[in-house]
């Protein structure tokens, strides 16, 4: 069912934009039609393949590493009250910064090479982890440490009984977000400057009115990002098997 | 199953004296919880008795003035409890039998002993089949037969039960409350309670708390051991009387 509601789907946005170009008229130049772009992705396949790769890798290891430092924030903060005072604030004033503007300045730090992207990519999902995971452990029920507390449990036990898996739905809220924006933070800084990767290769596309291939690198880089967000989402709805099913298919 | 040994300890509160947020909860309260028995503490919403157990069980917060002294015939007693709540506390994401050995996993230790404990309970409780199923696919009974069962693992001479059955329905309460009273004979049992029958039914004393600051304004002996069937004489007798006391309580 789930299979079959995905096709309709695809197949359902694939006509309503064919609808959309031959009701508007647009030339090719400016909204290509389906079937061009499918040639357009056939015939740059093995290049655009090679610069999913990058942009792939850019953003599995933004996501890994915000996904690290985002629970080592957050553990942090639960344990020690004290950092939480010094921390927290300084979490929510770096929201306050859009990240966007600051992927030029990231260029010019880590260069025009992989670092600058996964550190967009980092900084783009450190919040929603971060703040999920936190506030996730922060929710435990107070009577399950009462129950600790008369147990004489260990405190690394309660963590890792108790108040981890408790986290663990609101967690998987966070990290859902973080799927999904991951792609987003790695293709900005491409913008900004790189020499590879799908997002270079679409401003490439773009700057020589390949439109057709700008939308066939669009339609890679989507069909990864789908493919990574559900695959996430297989897996925390599998690591979380006492909750009803969050994801959204 | 019962806990046999040697006697459960006495708890003696003298001039036990608590606020908490500015309120007196109990002042000059001195009374003796009699060892190895089942006392209910009944009373109207907010009196105290959930207070009352979380000070015996040792609550940190806390900061009273006055003595409670558990003591056995030998002298001074080992001062640990085990606490039931009226919400079961299962841990979701545990199976039963891991959610009834909960206390051993805390404290890293985990054996063969206690696994062999923990089915002789469940086969007692008569939920044997159902050690590897979550929480989410049991009964509310049957729930809160498992976080009996989590109590009574922690093998404490004193048993803390807050409200313990009082989400169940009737029938399942009765079920339980026999259960319950066969595997925590021995044992000092403190249970909470604001219903008279389940009181009657549960309890060797029954003291009836209420006022601000709380005091026992009622004190009942019953002869025989428990659990008491409902027509039972003695708690024809004395069911009307604690209602009353309650009534005149709550309308005050």
């Known amino acids: ?249 | 199953m019962s806990l046999e040994n040697g006697k459960a300890p006495s708890i003696i509160f003298k001039d036990v004296s608590l606020s908490l947020g500015g309120e007196k909860v109990f002042e000059r309260l001195s009374m003796t919880i009699e060892g190895g028995k089942c006392t209910c503490l009944l009373g109207p919403s907010g009196c105290g008795k959930s207070t009352l157990l979380r000070l015996l069980s040792g609550a940190p917060s806390f900061a009273y003035e006055g003595t409670i002294n558990i003591c056995s015939e030998g002298g001074e007693a080992e001062k640990k409890t085990a606490w039931m709540s009226q919400n079961d506390l299962l841990l979701p994401w545990f199976s039963l039998q891991d959610n009834i050995i909960l206390g051993a996993k805390l404290r890293h230790q985990v054996s063969p002993a206690v696994m062999a404990r923990a089915s002789a309970l469940i086969a007692a409780a008569g939920l044997s089949g159902y050690e590897q199923t979550l929480p989410a696919a049991l009964s509310g009974g049957m729930r809160q037969r498992g976080a009996l069962l989590r109590t009574l693992m922690e093998e404490r001479q004193i048993l803390l039960m807050d409200e313990p059955f009082s989400a169940l329905d009737a029938l399942t309460r009765m079920k339980l409350q026999n259960l319950s009273a066969e595997l925590t004979r021995g044992a000092t049992v403190v249970l909470v309670t604001h219903d008279p029958m389940e009181a009657l039914r549960m309890g060797n004393t029954i003291m009836v708390l209420s006022g601000k600051p709380a005091q026992v304004q009622c004190r009942v002996a019953l002869a025989d051991d428990p659990p008491r069937e409902a027509n039972d004489p003695e708690v024809q007798k004395h069911f009307s009387i604690l209602l009353n006391e309650l009534l005149d309580e709550s309308s005050q």
């Not at chain 1, 609808?19 to 290049?47: C, E, K």
């Not at chain 1, 629970?71 to 966007?100: E, N, Y």
């Not at chain 1, 700008?214 to 599998?238: E, G, H, Q, R």
């Open chain 1, 1 to 249: 069912m789930k299979g079959v509601r995905l096709v309709v789907l695809a197949v359902g946005l694939v006509c309503l934009w064919q609808v959309v170009v031959t009701l508007t008229g647009a030339p090719h130049y400016i909204l290509p039609d389906p079937v061009r772009v499918f040639q357009a992705l056939l015939s740059h396949f093995p290049v655009l393949l090679q610069h999913l790769q990058i942009t792939g890798a850019e953003i599995m290891l933004g996501f890994l590493l915000g996904v690290f430092l985002g629970t080592g924030t957050a553990l942090t903060m639960f344990l020690s009250p004290l950092l939480k005072r010094w921390v927290l604030p300084l979490l929510v004033i770096s929201q306050a910064i859009p990240v966007f503007a600051l992927a030029p300045i990231l260029v010019l730090w880590f260069g025009y090479g992989m670092a600058s992207k996964v550190a967009m990519a980092v900084l783009i999902i450190y919040f929603p982890v971060t703040a999920s995971f936190y506030y996730g452990m922060q929710r435990t029920d107070p009577d399950l440490f009462e129950l600790a507390r008369v147990m004489e449990a260990r405190p690394l036990a309660i963590m890792r009984y108790i108040v981890i898996p408790s986290a663990l739905p609101a967690f998987a809220s966070g990290i859902r977000v973080a799927t999904a924006v991951a792609p987003i933070g790695a293709v900005v800084g491409e913008w900004v400057g790189s020499s590879e990767g799908l997002g270079f290769y679409m401003l490439h596309a773009n700057a020589r009115m390949q439109i057709d291939v700008m939308f066939a690198a669009l339609t890679v880089l989507s069909i990864m990002a789908l493919f990574f967000y559900f695959s996430i989402d297989y897996l925390l709805d599998k690591l979380i098997f006492w909750e009803s099913k969050q994801g959204i298919m």
